[in-house]
């Protein structure tokens, strides 16, 4: 009888460990939802320099997670926002700053396409960097899935045509490429810190701000957003850059990272539905094969979850 019991416990402790990853992929799956809207509210808030809008965007962002993170947040594991560990401070500030300095610094040197292509090798460079964490186990269809969404990606940004890539703008290439890694290697070593409670993305957020408004003034010619463009910058700050971090960090800390990197490729799909809805953008046969390949990916890379859900 107690032989049993301890196993009815381990299967119990397993099956709740196994609904937990699953919640807080869902959790990471909502920053792929808010992602999407970026494309739309940046096109609303007029003609905002980059650097300018992300400072307003990532200020926005961190001060509706301040209150909570000034109050201590929740500490796990013995560690809390007043004893945050240096790399984490490293990691948060290097991987959303990064990111976005890397992306700004391709578009700068090289044509969009392209430098969004290379740039959106990091759902991709996701699934395999989490093969190097202890427990995860990289399968051909975590693989397969993610390269269904890159190719389903590159038909909805090519729109069904031809890339050329040429030498003048090797630059703004390797810029695009340090982007997607810089990205990929923060949502993947992020793992690294369960014990960092989210409520501390408010104080990178609120660093990522400063920095980008340094850059701003250094590069950039102020303008400011008028009448219903605040509204557009606001949405910003409390979805795509901003709010979405939080949930992102909370689903690549405790989620399933190869599942989340496939997912993340409905960003792309989603925004161009959302702008075609909007009347910003055409459909066209692209934006459909493209639906098939990356819906059909991120069911691939579901296996896992799928197979645990019919176990229980």
């Not at 416990?9 to 919640?23: E, N």
């Not at 990091?122 to 190719?151: D, K, M, N, Q």
């Not at 810190?193 to 104080?203: C, K, L, Q, S």
């Not at 960090?249 to 989603?270: E, Q, V």
Request: hydrophobic letters at 55%.
């Amino acid at each position: 009888m107690q032989a049993t019991s301890q196993i009815e416990a381990v299967h119990a402790t397993a099956s709740g460990g196994a609904a937990g990853r699953l919640r807080a992929s869902g959790v990471g799956a909502l920053a792929v939802l808010l992602w999407a809207a970026l494309a739309l509210f940046t096109t609303l808030s007029g003609h905002v320099p980059p650097f300018q809008l992300i400072a307003l965007a990532f200020a926005i962002g961190g001060l509706i997670g301040l209150p909570r993170a000034l109050r201590g947040g929740r500490p796990t594991g013995g560690a809390s926002w007043r004893r945050l560990p240096a790399g984490a401070w490293v990691l948060g500030i290097g991987g959303l700053f990064g990111y976005h300095f890397c992306y700004f610094l391709a578009l700068r040197h090289a044509p969009a396409v392209q430098a969004g292509l290379i740039a959106y090798l990091w759902p991709l460079l996701i699934v395999l960097f989490s093969a190097l964490l202890p427990g995860e186990r990289l399968r051909w269809w975590h693989a397969a899935g993610a390269l269904l969404g890159l190719g389903g990606t590159f038909l909805l940004v090519t729109g069904g045509q031809g890339v050329r890539f040429q030498g003048q703008f090797a630059l703004g290439y390797a810029a695009a490429g340090v982007c997607a890694v810089v990205w990929s290697a923060y949502s993947v070593a992020n793992r690294r810190y369960p014990e960092v409670p989210t409520d501390a993305v408010a104080f990178f957020c609120l660093a990522t701000a400063g920095l980008a408004a340094l850059c701003h003034l250094c590069f950039e010619h102020t303008v400011w957003p008028h009448g219903w463009q605040w509204l557009a910058v606001l949405a910003l700050g409390l979805g795509p850059v901003g709010g979405a971090f939080y949930a992102w960090d909370h689903g690549t800390k405790h989620g399933d990272l190869r599942l989340l990197g496939t997912l993340s490729y409905f960003a792309p799909l989603l925004s161009t539905a959302l702008l075609v809805l909007a009347g910003r953008a055409a459909a066209s046969w692209a934006t459909a094969a493209a639906c098939a390949l990356i819906t059909g990916g991120a069911l691939l890379a579901s296996t896992d979850a799928l197979r645990a859900a019919r176990r229980r």
